[in-house]
């Protein structure tokens, strides 16, 4: 299953959508896309997981790598998880501590930049 | 107690000629004489050469890499001497080379055969079967050459994979601790080294033991020695007695200072288990919890997830108390590899083994004995995956000895 990589702007935000699998083998397109959008001047940038089957832990690495590099520019990175089988891997790895998750991504694009509750 | 095979499979690795293939040729001479004459003498020869001119290094550089064999002038105006060679070995490493030398400067032959050519001829003393000769020998020569490094890169990978082995699994510290552990260790798909599972297991004063089990997650080359790092150290913090609710801050400072990228981090359960009153205090950061077998119950410790180490040091990763039951019972740790591969070879959607998958495998494992438990699972995951996972898969299975 190959990944997909498409953005978009919505306002402010820079919307990332992924689909297919995100594994040891495709997470280095994953993180090249999103130090890109970093390095070009998105500042708040949303990952849309919607339409991704499968997210292995080197996944979960670009997508707390991104977090951080977010971080560091005052910038603010949410996450679009609706499906079940993510979010176990987030609750296994507890990091739906860390990452602000959301049911869609206009709950996302409405909270990011305030300090608005994730909604899932 | 650990199984490991690492193989470097050479089969794909297309060398030389297979037979009855014409062998591609490519001439680097500026003398439009010189370049007719060898063409001729390949002719004459009546042998299987596709030929190709090329006048310059610059029109000879886009070539370099389909062809067989080049034959080299020495003296071309965008490449004199030595330096010809050099360009062509960078570019193209795995071509053979002839160098054709005059006769005035023969010594450069022999310096050319030193830096990597496969041999030189001196132009004028040289006819077509010789000529054809050399050029197969220089082809076969680099086939060897090339097989004989291979096989020296995949001897340093398996040395490297069986000392990372040995850093990885070590021999569990008993003490006097009345249990057996079977464990098995298989690294993923396609990859020559091992990933970053480990684990380890420390007896104290006969009745309690502590385990570990973990897996470094990032790229490639820096898990294993990671993983290595992190299973001494807690080895260290534990045999020195370090209390229990310090050793994964601890273990998460030396991840932090030992890792070279802030995306490689690792997930990791610990237990310290009372073999005596079958219970076990057990911590997770990030990784998927151990799961008791006793008969017919098959379930995963109810543990409060813990966070993956390395994304936010110093929080907290209180434990939870389990009570693993009557005598008989099994713990068992594992790493993700064991749950990431598919739910069946045709399942929908991508959908994977998971927790749940693997206690349904274990209710139905008939009389699979503790000692075969760990391959006998890596196996059926493997067959719901339909195949190799690509995942290194770790598995420990704790089997008190019974005393009855």
């Known amino acids: 299953m190959e990944l997909s990589l498409s953005t978009y702007d919505s306002g402010d935000h820079t919307v990332l959508e992924v689909g297919g699998e995100v594994d040891v083998y495709t997470a280095p397109r994953l993180r090249e896309k999103l130090v890109e959008l970093v390095e070009t001047g998105a500042r708040h940038v949303v990952v849309d997981l919607s339409r991704v089957e499968f997210l292995d832990s080197t996944g979960l690495g670009v997508l707390v790598g991104a977090l951080k590099r977010l971080r560091a520019v005052n910038g603010t990175f949410g996450l679009v998880c ?8 987030f609750r296994i790895t507890a990091l739906d501590r860390v990452f602000s998750l959301y049911d869609s991504v206009a709950a996302a694009t409405a909270a990011v930049g305030s300090d608005a509750e994730p909604t899932a | 107690m650990a199984e490991v095979g690492t193989t470097v499979d050479l089969r794909n690795r297309r060398l030389g000629l297979s037979a009855g293939e014409r062998i591609r040729v490519l001439l680097i001479e500026d003398d439009p004489g010189d370049a007719f004459l060898v063409q001729e003498l390949l002719a004459e020869a009546d042998a299987p050469f596709d030929v190709q001119v090329a006048q310059t290094m610059r029109e000879a550089r886009p070539l370099l890499r389909e062809v067989h064999c080049v034959l080299l002038d020495l003296g071309l105006p965008d490449a004199s001497g030595l330096d010809g060679l050099r360009q062509v070995l960078q570019d193209a490493g795995r071509v ?7 006769l005035e400067d023969e010594h450069l032959g022999t310096a050319a055969v030193a830096e990597g050519a496969q041999d030189y001829l001196v132009k004028g003393t040289v006819d077509g079967t010789g000529l054809s000769r050399a050029v197969r020998y220089a082809v076969e020569r680099k086939r060897a050459d090339e097989q004989a490094r291979l096989l020296r890169e995949s001897e340093l990978r398996q040395a ?12 569990p510290i008993m003490a006097g601790v009345e249990a057996d552990l079977w464990s098995i260790y298989r690294p993923g798909r396609d990859r020559g ?21 973990g897996d470094v997650c990032g790229h490639g ?27 994964l801050d601890s273990l998460e400072q030396v991840l932090v200072s030992e890792r070279r990228s802030d995306e490689l981090f690792a997930t990791v359960a610990v237990a310290t ?21 006793a008969g017919d119950r098959v379930e995963p410790c109810a543990v409060r997830p813990g966070l993956v180490l390395g994304v936010m040091p110093g929080v907290p990763r209180p434990a939870t108390e389990i009570r693993l039951g009557d005598p008989g019972w099994q713990l068992l740790l594992y ?41 006998w699972l890596a196996a059926q995951a493997e067959g719901h995956n339909g195949g190799p996972l690509s995942d290194d898969i770790a598995v420990l299975l704790l089997d008190p000895r019974s005393t009855a």
């Open chain 2, 96 to 102: 053979a080379v002839c160098v054709l030398t005059g």
């Open chain 2, 273 to 293: 288990v009372n073999l005596a009153e079958g219970t076990a205090r057990i911590r997770l950061a990030g990784h998927p919890p151990p799961i008791v077998i």
């Open chain 1, 82 to 89: 609706a499906h079940e089988r993510l979010l176990k891997i």
């Open chain 2, 160 to 171: 490297e994979s069986a000392r990372l082995e040995r850093g990885l699994l070590p021999k």
């Open chain 2, 221 to 247: 080359v820096d898990e294993a020695p990671l993983g290595v790092a992190l299973r001494v150290a807690w080895r260290a913090l534990v045999l020195a007695g370090v209390p229990e609710d310090h050793i």
């Open chain 2, 335 to 375: 790493t993700d590899g064991l749950i990431e591969g598919g739910a069946a070879p045709d399942a929908p959607g991508g959908e994977r083994l998971g927790i749940e998958g693997i206690v349904e495998v274990l209710r139905d494992r008939g009389g699979a004995l503790p000692r075969d438990l760990p391959a």
């Open chain 2, 193 to 213: 080294l091992l990933g970053g599972d480990f684990f380890d297991a420390i007896g104290a004063d006969g009745t309690h033991l502590h385990l570990l089990i």
